[in-house]
């Protein structure tokens, strides 16, 4: 059963930058699609990003295009996402979550992906 676990959340004002991470175990990092999803109070879940572990190809929402990024360790077994400029609008809880195939057309619907993490506070202040 693969595990994830997400952190370096906390509060920060706003056009600060935070990095999450997302370690993950108990997995071969071959053919996975890793992403980030979030979930502000009263709101749908939105994908972030997402990277496929085999060749680094990733992708990002146009709400956080420019400011987030996605990237992997060399060992693939964790997961960055890497945010700047942030607005309180990114408040959230901040989903890892993974599934093993490539991420293709849907990377952003995490009705897809099997495993999830725990998911980490990120608060904006303006």
């Known amino acids: 059963q693969v595990q994830l676990v997400e952190s370096g959340g906390g509060s920060v004002q706003a056009g600060g930058s935070l990095r999450l991470s997302c370690a993950a175990s108990?997995?071969?990092?071959?053919?996975?699609?890793m992403a980030w999803f979030r979930q502000a109070p009263g709101k749908e879940r939105e994908a972030v990003a997402a990277?496929?572990?085999?060749?680094?190809?990733?992708g990002v929402a146009v709400s956080v295009q420019g400011r987030f990024t996605i990237s992997q360790d060399n060992a693939k077994t964790t997961v960055y996402l890497s945010m700047s400029s942030l607005k309180p609008e990114d408040t959230a809880m901040y989903y890892c979550a993974a599934r093993q195939s490539p991420c293709g057309g849907t990377w952003d619907v995490g009705r897809y992906f099997t495993y999830w993490g725990q998911g980490i506070q990120v608060t904006v202040s303006s």
């Open positions: 108990k997995y071969r990092p071959n053919n996975y699609c």
């Open positions: 990277i496929y572990t085999d060749n680094g190809s990733s």
